[in-house]
Nanobody, 115 residues
Framework: QVQLVESGGGLVQAGGSLRLSCAFS????????MGWYRQVPGKQRELVAV???????NYTDSVKGRFTISRDNAKNRVYLQMDSLKPEDTAVYYC?????????WGQGTQVTVSS
């Protein structure tokens, strides 16, 4: 049973930075595509960034140039470095581990950006 535990959320002023971390356990980390999603109340969960098992990254347009996803296969962790944060980045951020036949979610961590 894969488990994902996020950390690193919090309150930050606009223009500031946060680094989210996701600890993976219970499976073979390296074969999973790892992603970060976010959700605000009343809206669908959206993909923020993904780091695939074969080394590709992809970002939603609104965070390109500001956020960086990375993964450490030795530590079973994926990270999201968020710079130049904006109030519209405020959301609950979820870690995701994905295989073709199943997907797992963390419990989420709140990120709040004040103006």
């Amino acid at each position: 049973q894969v488990q994902l535990v996020e950390s690193g959320g919090g309150l930050v002023q606009a223009g500031g930075s946060l680094r989210l971390s996701c600890a993976f356990s219970g499976g073979v980390f390296s074969i999973h595509d790892m992603g970060w999603y976010r959700q605000v109340p009343g809206k669908q969960r959206e993909l923020v960034a993904v780091f695939t098992s074969d080394g590709r990254t992809n970002y939603t347009d609104s965070v390109k140039g500001r956020f960086t996803i990375s993964r450490d296969n030795a530590k079973n962790r994926v990270y999201l470095q968020m710079d130049s944060l904006k109030p519209e980045d405020t959301a609950v951020y979820y870690c995701n581990a994905d295989l073709p036949w199943y997907t797992w979610w963390g419990q989420g961590t709140q990120v709040t950006v004040s103006s």
